[in-house]
């Protein structure tokens, strides 16, 4: 098979590898209009759970990421000048730059020709899956804008109807963005691209792997987005929290996305849950801590 992905970002990379992996005679490019080094953010931080899939999918790359990890388990929240620190999560971090330098690295190695300085002029891939599903307008992109401190002013709510037209089809952030204040992009992305290989190995033609794998990634994204509306209303609504004691408004901004309830928080730190809880009953508060 001959596959182009556009952008070395962790999808595009992410998916060349797993192709190759799969089969190596597939004949795979990756451009990048970047220089290899760049990359934006300062860091990418994953659940510890995360690189269980990619350690089924590619044992090499993900023990490189590792090795590169910083982890740690706590959230400390600090709050009218009382610190408050839940344990129990697991997190693991690596610079975004890192992670993809040795991603590229990984690609090149499995044969993937991989042309940084190459803008791909999406105009006409873009306007075919306009013309079908968006009415003609013009796909968002935050291609444009990938170099200084305008990279962290917008971060919108991507939702597309079809994930895919004839033989081109969108992957992370392309296809569906709006978590960045739950922060899973990177995982998305990866997880999105093992599927994608997966279903296109295993469940040909075309048209049923790519509808196949949008059937999958689409629920998880959604329920993902779901929280993180949930997360970015609690800060939007943040000036209803700096009146709670500590331990409440600590309480308050982990279950703020409502994936993590109470009962998780109970079953990842119930010293500190103990702590939380006497002081929210004797203040005669209603929080989520109950
Ligand atoms: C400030 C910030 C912090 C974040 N922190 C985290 C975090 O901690 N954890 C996490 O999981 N996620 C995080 N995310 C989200 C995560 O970075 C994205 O979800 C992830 O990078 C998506 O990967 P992608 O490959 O789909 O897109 P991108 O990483 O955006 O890669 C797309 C690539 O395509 C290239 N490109 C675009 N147009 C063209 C073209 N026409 N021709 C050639 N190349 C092109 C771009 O230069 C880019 O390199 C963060 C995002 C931001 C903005």
């Known amino acids: 098979m001959t596959v182009l992905c556009l952008g070395s970002g962790p999808a595009g990379l992410y998916f060349a590898i797993s192709m190759k992996l799969r089969d190596a005679g597939h004949q795979v490019t990756v451009r990048e209009r970047s220089r290899a080094n760049d990359a934006f953010g300062r860091g990418v931080v994953l659940s510890d759970a995360a690189p269980r899939r990619m350690q089924q999918n590619d044992p090499a790359s993900t023990d490189a990421i590792r090795s590169h990890f910083v982890c740690w388990d706590d959230i400390v929240v600090v709050h009218d000048g009382r610190r408050t620190v839940s344990g129990g999560r697991g997190f693991a971090g690596i610079g975004r730059k890192q992670m993809l330098v040795l991603l590229q690295d990984h690609a090149r190695a499995l044969g993937v020709d991989l042309r940084v300085e190459t803008e791909f002029d999406g105009a006409e891939t873009s306007c075919k899956i306009?013309?079908?599903h968006a009415g003609g307008h013009a796909l968002m992109s935050h291609a444009a804008h990938l170099r200084g401190p305008t990279v962290w002013m917008k971060f919108p709510r991507v939702i597309c109807e079809s994930w895919y037209n004839g033989n081109v089809v969108l992957m992370g952030?392309?296809?569906t963005r709006g978590y960045l204040s739950i922060g899973p992009g990177v995982r998305l992305a990866f997880d999105s691209a093992i599927a994608l290989a997966d279903y296109l190995l295993n469940e040909p033609p075309l048209e049923a792997a790519f509808e196949r794998y949008q059937a999958e990634r689409r629920t998880e994204v959604l329920r993902l987005q779901s929280a993180s509306r949930n997360s970015l209303e609690w800060f939007e609504a943040a000036?209803?929290?700096?009146?709670?004691?500590?331990?409440?408004?600590a309480c308050s901004l982990l279950t703020r996305s409502q994936r993590i309830s109470h009962e998780n928080l109970r079953l990842r730190d119930p010293d500190w849950l103990r702590g939380a809880r006497p002081r929210s009953r004797s203040r005669g508060r209603t929080t989520r801590c109950r």
């Open 130 to 132: 306009c013309e079908r």
């Open 173 to 175: 952030d392309a296809a």
């Open 239 to 249: 000036e209803r929290y700096p009146d709670l004691p500590p331990e409440q408004f």
